[in-house]
C-alpha cells in the first residue's frame, strides 16, 4: 500500500491563475480531507468529503472547491490565486467514521507545495 | 470553537534530557487529542492519541481536563527525537465529520 499519494509535489503559478491538487486516499479509506500549512504555522483544515459530498468546511473562501471522485479520490481546486495562497497542501485520508477504535486516525500524503508569484 | 495552542516555537534540550511539549486546547465538549510527529523529509504521522492511552517511541502524553492541557513527554531524549511535533483536537462536528485542528507546532532540537 502506497498510502495517501498527492499529486503534483510542486506547482507554480501566477496570481489570477487556477489550480488542480490531487490526492489517492490510503487503500480502505473513504474520508479525505484538505489541510493548507503556510510557512511556520500548522495544518489548518479546508475542508472534508465523504461519499462524494463536502462534509465539513473550515474558514476558506468560496475560491477552494473541491471534488471527490467514486474511487474515493480526491481535488482541490483553487480559483483567482493570490500569493497568500502559497502554501504545503496536505491530503489527508481516513477510514469510514463508523469504526469506533479508529474513527479518526487521519494518514497524510507528502503534500503539494504551491508558490504563487 | 475550537483551538489548540503550543507556546514553545523551539525546544533544545540535551541528549538524556527530559522533554515536555507543552499543548493547551479549548473546547467545549469531549475532544479527541493528537500529537503528530514530522520527521525531516517525511511527512506528518501520528505519534500517539490520548484515548490509546499507550506509549510509542518512549513518549507519553495524558490529558488534564481540568488544565485542558495534553503534554507530551519523554524521560530521555534521544538524538532521533528532533522534528517537528504538532498537537491536535478532534471534536465531532454536527455533519458528523472529525476536523482536526493543529497547534501551530513546536522544533524539538536533542542537542547531543
Known amino acids: 500500500d502506497a498510502g495517501v499519494t498527492q499529486s503534483p509535489t510542486h506547482l507554480i503559478k501566477t496570481r489570477g491563475q487556477q489550480v488542480t491538487l490531487r490526492c489517492s486516499p490510503k487503500?480502505?479509506?473513504?474520508?479525505v480531507s484538505w489541510y493548507q500549512q503556510a510557512l511556520g504555522q500548522g495544518p489548518q483544515f479546508i475542508f472534508q468529503y465523504y461519499e462524494e459530498e463536502e462534509r465539513q468546511r473550515g474558514n476558506f473562501p468560496d475560491r477552494f472547491s473541491g471534488h471527490q471522485f467514486p474511487n474515493y479520490s480526491s481535488e482541490l481546486n483553487v480559483n483567482a490565486l493570490l500569493l497568500g495562497d502559497s502554501a504545503l497542501y496536505l491530503c489527508a485520508s481516513s477510514r469510514p467514521v463508523d469504526l469506533a477504535v479508529a474513527k479518526n486516525i487521519q494518514y497524510f500524503g507528502a503534500g503539494t507545495r504551491l508558490s504563487v508569484l | 470553537a475550537q483551538r489548540v495552542t503550543q507556546p514553545e516555537k523551539l525546544l533544545s534540550v540535551f541528549k538524556g534530557a527530559p522533554v515536555e511539549l507543552k499543548c493547551n486546547y479549548s473546547?467545549?465538549?469531549?475532544?479527541?487529542l493528537f500529537w503528530y510527529v514530522q520527521y525531516s523529509r517525511q511527512r506528518l504521522q501520528l505519534l500517539l492519541r490520548?484515548?490509546s492511552r499507550e506509549s510509542i517511541k518512549g513518549f507519553t502524553a495524558d490529558l488534564n481536563k481540568g488544565e485542558t492541557s495534553f503534554h507530551l513527554k519523554k524521560p530521555f531524549a534521544q538524538e532521533e527525537d528532533s522534528a517537528m511535533y504538532y498537537c491536535a483536537l478532534s471534536g465531532k462536528s454536527g455533519a458528523g465529520s472529525y476536523q482536526l485542528t493543529f497547534g501551530k507546532g513546536t522544533k524539538l532540537s536533542v542537542i547531543p
Open positions: 487503500s480502505g479509506h473513504d474520508t
Open positions: 473546547y467545549s465538549g469531549s475532544p479527541e
Open positions: 490520548h484515548i
